[in-house]
Antibody
Framework: QVQLQESGPGLVKPSHTLSLTCSVS??????????WTWIRQLPGKGLEWIGY???????FYSPSLKSRASISWDTAKNHFSLKLTSMTAADTAVYFC??????????????WGQGTQVTVSS | DIQMTQSPSSLSASVGDRISITCRSS??????LNWYQQKPGKAPSLLIS???TLQSGVPLRFSGSGSGTDFTLTISSVQPEDFATYYC?????????FGGGTKVEIK
């Protein structure tokens, strides 16, 4: 059974950089046919895609966050990470990591982490 | 970016009702449309991919239809555990975008 678990600070100061890690168990992040993604949910709002990393290590980002977001991975530890720079209060959200089915072409997010609350405040 | 518009934003239903949620895209996305269910305090859960393919373990009362720009999620007989918020998501082209959500509440 594939499981994902986010970890990172729950509180980030304005202008600082958020660093989150998603630990994956039950699957390899280099498995062909899957991408690995970060999604966030602003308070009381819908879902916003941040970006994803393919099984070959290529990363793709939302245009609205591309200048501040960076996704990387550590294949030895089987985890992938998100860095989001210049954090502001508008970035306060629940951050989710998820697995993306890319083989079908439909890019559905089939396994999700439980989410981690990140608050930006001094 | 492809904009996804869901309607209604909320609806009230009784157990046993048949309900439908609509998702419309700002341009044609073929069948690159997925549906999710989210309960309070939980991560979303994938229900349907490719507009109509039910995921393993999802009850048969859920169904999806549509292609192009107009899509529908139907619950044939709403059960107590179905009261949640539902999101559509397009994957036709990056960026991935989601609809604003439809909250299904108990009448």
């Amino acid at each position: 059974q594939v499981q994902l678990q986010e970890s990172g600070p729950g509180l980030v100061k304005p202008s600082h950089t958020l660093s989150l890690t998603c630990s994956v168990s039950g699957d390899s992040i280099t498995s062909t046919g899957y991408y690995w993604t970060w999604i966030r949910q602003l308070p009381g709002k819908g879902l916003e895609w941040i970006g994803y990393m393919s099984y070959s290590g290529s990363a793709f980002y939302s245009p609205s966050l591309k200048s501040r977001a960076s996704i990387s991975w550590d294949t030895a530890k089987n985890h992938f990470s998100l860095k989001l720079t210049s954090m502001t209060a508008a970035d306060t959200a629940v951050y989710f990591c998820a697995r993306v089915q890319s083989a079908s072409g439909y890019y559905a997010l089939d396994v999700w982490g439980q989410g981690t609350q990140v608050t930006v405040s001094s | 970016d492809i904009q996804m518009t869901q309607s209604p934003s909320s609806l009230s239903a009784s157990v046993g009702d048949r309900i439908s949620i609509t998702c419309r895209s700002s341009q044609s996305i073929s069948s690159y449309l997925n549906w999710y269910q989210q309960k309070p305090g939980k991560a979303p859960s994938l229900l349907i991919s490719g507009a109509s393919t039910l995921q393993s373990g999802v009850p048969l009362r859920f169904s999806g239809s549509g292609s192009g720009t107009d899509f529908t999620l139907t619950i044939s007989s709403v059960q107590p555990e179905d009261f949640a918020t539902y999101y559509c998501q397009q994957s036709y082209g990056p960026p991935i975008t989601f609809g604003g959500g439809t909250k299904v509440e108990i009448k």
